[in-house]
């Protein structure tokens, strides 16, 4: 009796502690349990999934043929498959199509092969011609998203952001996707992803502009690390000035650099300027840009459809400069008047978070997919983070950035303040804060020129 007793409360104290392996450690608890039991049940139960699924063709004839032979009848054929490799949040398995099938046959079963199998979700995407990958996600990776272990994702100006719900990292890579619309309503999550980019790209050698008409409180606590913050229309309109100079300067050194000498290679970019000529990339965060586009009088106006103008020339011509937009509201539409949507045409990059309003879904995501937009305005509000990655190649998927305190991204800031590269043009729109921690001394008189609000 007592060797029972203690079989049962170790059997209860070893389901007890699996039961918190799932939910403090749930990558340890896949790697244990989850994979090995999923693997099986894909194995064994493979071929009558994919039957059920319609994912299945007829036998050959020459199967046909041997199965009359000995007087049985030739089962369907499913796609070929490889084992099941474990991922840190699933399994992966390729897939060989049989003749006649296409890849939409199997994202339109996707939703019934994920209940089959017990799966948190199931992915396909195709590889090659006739190829897929199937992709298991053994658990909701997006609810408790932990900082990616690599800070880089493929070098300069190459950062992972946001895990994605199929257990990848949604890299912004500027050189392939040089500007980016940011949408997000109040508590979303927007700043959270902006807080993510700008530590990222804070320890790199990067120029990191800042435009925030809301007298700069979103943008003041990242000043140490700013090479200028413009926090009025007026200035904003004086740095995009500044900005434009900059521009037309890197592109006559363009023309200089690679339009003489006959071994001089050709380039149309800076990224083709040998290393010790080239100019430093400059990233330009715009938060808030519907205060940009609003005016109360016709000076108002004048002054928007200056800076408009501005933004989209930055947008139409700064990749091959090196100059590059991250546009950042909470509320983007046809209605904030002219230039509106030239300037998202312009922004490639999408990223929408939870929005009050169905118009600012559509006009960041309906031009990629309309499942997409329908997809943003399903987020729930108790998810915050949470958000539509979109790409103008059509493909989009539901990402969350980790959680970022502001009092940790201003703490990076204030540590790679070292790092900011000189840019003579804007060197009168260095923020106060951020010429202040380079001494200390001064640093303990000047206080902060503004309240830091989240």
């Known amino acids: 009796m ?49 039957d059920a699924c319609g994912l299945t063709v007829p036998a050959s004839a020459m199967r046909r043929a041997t199965a009359r032979m000995i007087g049985r009848e030739a089962a369907p054929v499913p796609p070929r498959r490889s084992f099941p ?55 909701d990776v997006l609810a408790d998203v932990r900082p990616s272990r690599r800070r880089n994702g493929g070098g300069l100006l190459s950062l992972p952001l946001a895990l994605r719900d199929d257990g990848r990292w949604h890299v912004r890579d500027f050189r392939a996707v040089p500007h980016e619309l940011i949408l997000g309503a109040t508590q979303s999550g927007k700043s959270v992803f902006l807080r993510n980019l700008l530590c990222g790209l804070a320890r790199q050698p990067v120029v990191l502009v800042g435009i925030d ?36 300067a890197r592109f006559r050194l363009i023309g200089l ?35 940009l586009f609003l005016a109360a009088s016709r000076d108002d106006e004048k002054r928007r459809d200056a800076m408009v103008t501005k933004i989209i020339r930055i947008a139409q011509l700064g990749r091959a400069a090196g ?54 305005t399903a987020i729930p509000a108790e998810r915050p983070g949470v958000a539509i990655v979109g790409d103008s190649s059509g493909g989009w998927s539901r990402a969350r950035s980790p959680h970022l305190t502001l009092d940790e991204a201003a703490a990076v800031c204030r540590a790679t303040s070292a790092l900011v590269p000189p840019l003579p043009r804007v060197d009168a729109f260095r923020p106060a804060v951020a010429t202040a921690v380079e001494s200390p001394a001064a640093a303990v ?5 503004r309240p830091v609000g989240e």
């Open 2 to 50: 007592t060797d029972t007793v203690w079989m049962l409360a170790l059997g209860l104290l070893g389901l007890v502690a699996l039961l918190v392996l799932r939910r403090r450690a749930p990558v340890a608890f896949w790697w244990l349990v989850g994979y090995p039991l999923v693997a099986v049940r894909v194995l064994t139960t493979y071929r009558a999934t994919m």
């Open 85 to 139: 490799v474990p991922t840190g949040s699933g399994l992966v398995m390729r897939l060989r199509m049989a003749t006649g099938q296409a890849p939409e046959d199997f994202m339109a079963s996707a939703d019934r092969l994920r209940h089959a199998w017990a799966a948190h979700a199931v992915h396909i995407r195709p590889t090659k011609p006739g190829r897929l990958e199937l992709r298991l996600i053994g658990w």
């Open 213 to 248: 008409c809301k007298w700069g409180v979103e943008l003041a606590p990242f000043a140490p690390r700013l090479s200028a913050l413009a926090d009025t229309p007026d200035r904003a309109n004086e740095l995009l000035d500044a900005l434009l100079e900059e521009m037309e």
């Open 257 to 291: 650099k690679s339009g003489f000498g006959p071994d001089t290679a050709l380039t149309s970019d800076i990224w083709g300027l040998p290393e010790n000529v080239r100019p430093v990339p400059v990233v330009v965060v715009v938060d808030e840009v519907a205060e």
């Open 323 to 376: 100059i590059y937009l991250e546009v950042c509201g909470q509320r983007f539409g046809s209605e904030l008047g002219k230039g509106a949507t030239m300037l998202r045409a312009q922004l490639t990059g999408r990223i929408c978070h939870r929005v009050n309003d169905e118009s600012s879904a559509n006009m960041a995501l309906a031009d990629i997919s309309p499942e997409a937009a329908l997809a943003a």
């Open 445 to 449: 008189a000047v206080p902060a020129a």
